[in-house]
């Protein structure tokens, strides 16, 4: 099976190291081409990692958290420069923007993971409810690939999904999310793959 090659431009704002950033971009990567999917990962058009602060206007004090409102503005933002870059009108172009602080959105009170409209561009990941007591990176970045999988999966048409381990499952909490996958279901292929022959 192959794939209309992908383009996910990855934007990180907060405090992030480079590595972690770096073995996340590597390791996203290798999962959509195990899955057939030829996607190209980059955090800027020069290909070196970018790092940026939290947009300005993010923060919502009321709340105490950001808003996916202004993320999604800095996410289309970052795919417009990425145009550039790609070069091809009718390429398809995804955004990841990675932050590392509290999010949410209007009329939702639980723990946001991350948000992504369902066939658009932009895909959201917080890594701030991921933190674990075991000050582990490496169980940051697990969760973190599973949820920019979910994300992204949405931008590429996908839905959630019921089967059992499905990135695509719904996760109202870090323990859903461990017991999820980094990878779609054969349902999801399926869904994915049709019009993509
Ligand atoms: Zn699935």
Not at 42 to 58: L, T
Not at 59 to 72: A, D, E, P, V
Not at 147 to 162: Q, V
Request: aromatic share 10%; with cysteine; hydrophobic share 40%.
């Amino acid at each position: 099976m192959t794939y209309k090659p992908v383009f996910i431009r990855m934007a990180a704002a907060g405090n992030f190291e480079r590595k972690f950033l770096l073995e996340f971009q590597k390791e996203l990567q290798n999962l959509f081409w195990e899955h057939g999917i030829k996607a190209t990962c980059f955090f800027s058009n020069s290909g070196s990692i970018e790092i940026d602060k939290i947009p300005s206007g993010a923060y919502t004090s009321h709340i105490g958290k950001y808003n996916t409102h202004t993320l999604f503005a800095y996410g289309q933002q970052k795919r417009e420069e990425s145009l550039k870059k790609v070069g091809k009108l009718d390429a398809l172009i995804k955004v990841l923007v990675i932050v590392d602080v509290e999010i949410f959105k209007q009329g939702f009170t639980g723990t946001l993971f991350g948000e992504a409209e369902v066939g658009k561009e932009i895909a959201i990941i917080s890594t701030a409810p991921l933190e674990n007591h075991f000050k582990s990176s490496f169980l940051i970045k697990e969760r973190a690939l599973k949820e920019a999988m979910h994300e992204l999966g949405h931008t590429l048409g996908l839905d959630h999904c019921k089967t059992p381990g499905c990135s695509m499952n719904i996760s109202k909490d870090i323990y859903d999310i461990d017991e999820k996958k980094k990878t779609y279901c054969i349902n999801c292929l399926n869904i994915l793959f049709q019009g993509h022959p």
